[in-house]
């Protein structure tokens, strides 16, 4: 059976002229084992919420999670699938992406991400069992992972909070194979990976991999153990492959015809490519079977929940929000008409949390070790503990990375909304991860503070500059800076209401007045840019702002108005949302003024397709500095004054 799996991988690759026959071919008898007798799996329910989850973080042997899905018989993984492997608008790409296939829970290939998602996985589901009971959501999370995979900085941060929070039910199967692109591992590598599991609060062993009763019983001790587990399967690259096996040549490229001729000999493997014997796809297809009746007492378990839990646990798979949502943010903005109150919107942030976290009971939220900075941690919520997770927040440490690829894999599972603190200069610590969320299309929700120059004190290395255009450049990332506290709130929403993607936002640590002092039903943050003050009469100047540039924009507004000249003001909360709106839309609130100014304390990057190349940019054109925060805006010219001047001087160059 693990044959099949090491032919399938030969002969795809080969037919590809690329791709990367060894780690399947080392990997086989490892997941033979585990998804003929191991896996809770049902291929004709590969969503099935409580299936065991699996993750291929070296993503680079794709094809052994094609050729196991396709042996297993998952529907639309065909052997027409398998011979196009890596072709256009195939299900089966270079590698793993979430979205192709049945059966492939995360995209994987930038390594070191998978086994964080799966981090994420288990502790998704721990969470919903304490939440929904073990009667409904009790599965595993196994990982397949490489030498490059624990190479990478990630795996530490990833290892040591699933070590610390005791995520026993997830296992990672290690391929312990001593080989990677460059070489023998000992070009670059000598430390000893079971050991630094031990470490980091793992239970770690050693097996031979290419051993499948040994694996057995390793899988068997690792489903027993309180602590997560690493099993190092000692393997050969390429196994069977005459004299490319155990070598970097097996890694990523076709073996070539003679030797997938003598693996074939070597292997006792004589049918034709793409060809499996029927006795042995019978035996996979079989093994394929082993939980169908698992998963039928899973449903009859589920139909006797009473109509509200039932009903509660499908909402929050198909990730729908409660009814009442929307009226809950409508009622919320109401009080904010009146109050107006001068917060920064790092804190209006708490406030609507406080709001969204009482109203959604799938929110999880979380901060790298900077939770009374972020403001992620709100009433009523309890800390999720080693051992403990009937809490909904989650203290990340100081792991950025992890936190972001770790909260991938909470909603790729399904069930839970997650959000996550840090500072906005360290979203570069976290950008891998964010990308994949985008990539993915999944709903996680960035919350990141103290998000220019005015933060003041802590100076250059915490001031973002060019954070803001770097991100606003992935795709399907909205990236949201709202200006005050009810911006705050919409911005919140329209990041819940994202189901198709991450969304960012953007928060101050300094205070802002309130902008909206009406109540307005409409969220008027979801078309992106909206005017927040008029002309009267025809515009000669337009100005754009997002943030606590709008504060600014409004003042230099009212000294242009002084000066007689007729002006507007466009707050700009979101990018994304702005250019998804139909030409009209945008070249209405573009407007035809002859001046164009934009205001936002960060690099102009992005800011040309509002203003224009002639507009005047008033923000920042190198790093920050370290002061108290109104002082550096006066250093760097971002100030109501020195917008005016600029527009006003610009008017008189024009006349
Ligand atoms: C973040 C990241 N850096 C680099 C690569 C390119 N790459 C793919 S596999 C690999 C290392 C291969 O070694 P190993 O992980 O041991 O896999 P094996 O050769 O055993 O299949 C590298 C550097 C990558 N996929 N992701």
Redesign the pocket.
Known sequence: MANAIRALAMDAVQKAKSG?P??PM?MADVATVLFTRYLKFDPTDPEWPDRDRFVLS????SMLLYAVLYLLGVEGMTIDEIERFRQIDSATPG?PEYGHAAGVETTT?????GITNAVGMALAERILAAQFGDDIVDHRTYVI????????GISHEAISIAGHLRLNKLIVLF?D??????GP?SLAESGDQVARFKAANWNAVHVDGQDPDAVAAAIEAAQASDKPTLIACK?T?GFGAPTKAGT?E???SPLGDDEIAGARKALGWDSPPFEIPADVRDAWRIAGLKSSQTRKDWQKRLASLNSDRRGEFERRVRGDLPAGFAAAIADYKRTLATEAPTVATRKASEMALNVINAALPETIGGSADLTPSNNTRTKGFTDIKPGDFAGRYVHWGVREHAMASAMNGIALHRGLIPYGGTFLIFSDYAR?AIRLSALMKQRVIYVMTHDSIGLGEDGPTHEPVEHLAALRAIPNLKVFRPADATETAECWQLALENRTGPSLLALTRQNLPALRREFVEANLCARGAYEVAAADGDAEVSLFASGSEVEIALAAWQAIVRAGHPARVVSVPCFELFEAESADYQAEIVGDAPVNVGIEAAVRLGWDRIIGRDGIFVGMHGFGASAPYKELYQKFGITAEAAAEAALQRLEALS
């Open positions: 990367h060894g780690m080392g070296a993503g680079h042997g590698h290939g930038p390594l070191g991400q992972a490489s030498d490059g995979d624990l190479m990478e391929d194979n001593g080989i990677s692109i460059d591992l393997t690259i970097a097996a890694h990523g891998p």
